[in-house]
């Protein structure tokens, strides 16, 4: 369970909040800006159909849970509004691929597939590789999940880092919750597993 405090209200945050209650997590709104989340624990891996995780216009959202989603229940359809459908996943499609998850985008709906059964997870501990010219968020979703993991990953930079910053933002909030990562040489993250935030 964790409180969060001096929480925005906004599109993109109502976007996340909806994906992550299709995904299990229970979120209590406590006062102006304060929030109280309920996470799954030990739930991991989720039994139950793939959830259907409508981020409206959010590109936030929708790079941050894709890894989240794949961890959860290891599939899940995503699906937004304007043309949310349309900004580039190619990093995403392109590690994940290569990881054995099945990625298919047609008709404005994102469908991703560990497709490994209950009680194994779609995502596996080792070496993911992003170009660093584009988004941090691809980054950060990744981040979000691979300390999870039972084994240790490395989350590599193919190109110079361009939002280093954003990435170093993430790691500082996820040291302040526990989890922790350490810098590398060649654009290297390294990410202990079998942690827990």
């Given at each position: 369970?964790?409180?969060?405090?001096?929480l925005?209200?906004?599109?993109?945050?109502?976007?996340?909040?909806?994906?992550l209650?299709?995904?299990?997590?229970?979120?209590?709104d406590?006062?102006?800006?304060?929030?109280?989340?309920?996470?799954?624990?030990?739930?991991i891996?989720e039994?139950?159909?793939?959830?259907?995780?409508?981020?409206?216009?959010?590109?936030?959202?929708?790079?941050?849970?894709?890894p989240?989603a794949l961890?959860?229940?290891?599939?899940a359809?995503?699906?937004?509004?304007?043309?949310?459908?349309?900004?580039?996943?190619?990093p995403?499609?392109?590690?994940?691929?290569?990881?054995?998850?099945?990625?298919?985008?047609?008709?404005?709906?994102?469908?991703?597939?560990?497709?490994?059964?209950?009680?194994?997870?779609?995502?596996?501990?080792?070496?993911?590789?992003?170009?660093?010219?584009?988004?941090?968020?691809?980054?950060t979703?990744?981040?979000?999940?691979?300390?999870?993991?039972?084994?240790?990953?490395?989350?590599?930079?193919?190109?110079?880092?361009?939002?280093?910053?954003?990435?170093?933002?993430?790691?500082?909030?996820?040291?302040?919750?526990?989890?922790?990562?350490?810098?590398?040489?060649?654009?290297?993250?390294?990410?202990?597993?079998?942690?827990?935030?």
């Amino acid at each position: 369970t964790s409180v969060i405090h001096g929480l925005a209200d906004s599109q993109d945050i109502r976007a996340t909040r909806r994906c992550l209650s299709a995904l299990g997590a229970r979120i209590d709104d406590l006062e102006s800006g304060t929030v109280r989340v309920r996470g799954l624990g030990s739930a991991i891996v989720e039994a139950g159909p793939a959830p259907i995780l409508d981020c409206g216009e959010s590109g936030s959202t929708l790079r941050f849970l894709i890894p989240v989603a794949l961890l959860v229940n290891g599939k899940a359809a995503f699906t937004g509004h304007g043309r949310l459908m349309e900004r580039p996943l190619k990093p995403y499609e392109e590690v994940f691929r290569e990881k054995g998850i099945a990625w298919n985008q047609e008709g404005g709906v994102l469908t991703v597939d560990g497709s490994r059964g209950y009680g194994e997870l779609a995502l596996a501990p080792g070496e993911y590789r992003l170009p660093g010219n584009v988004s941090s968020q691809f980054f950060t979703g990744l981040l979000f999940v691979l300390p999870l993991l039972e084994g240790d990953s490395a989350l590599v930079s193919t190109t110079t880092l361009e939002s280093v910053g954003y990435i170093n933002m993430t790691r500082q909030a996820q040291a302040a919750a526990g989890v922790t990562s350490r810098w590398e040489p060649k654009n290297t993250l390294h990410i202990p597993g079998g942690q827990c935030y």
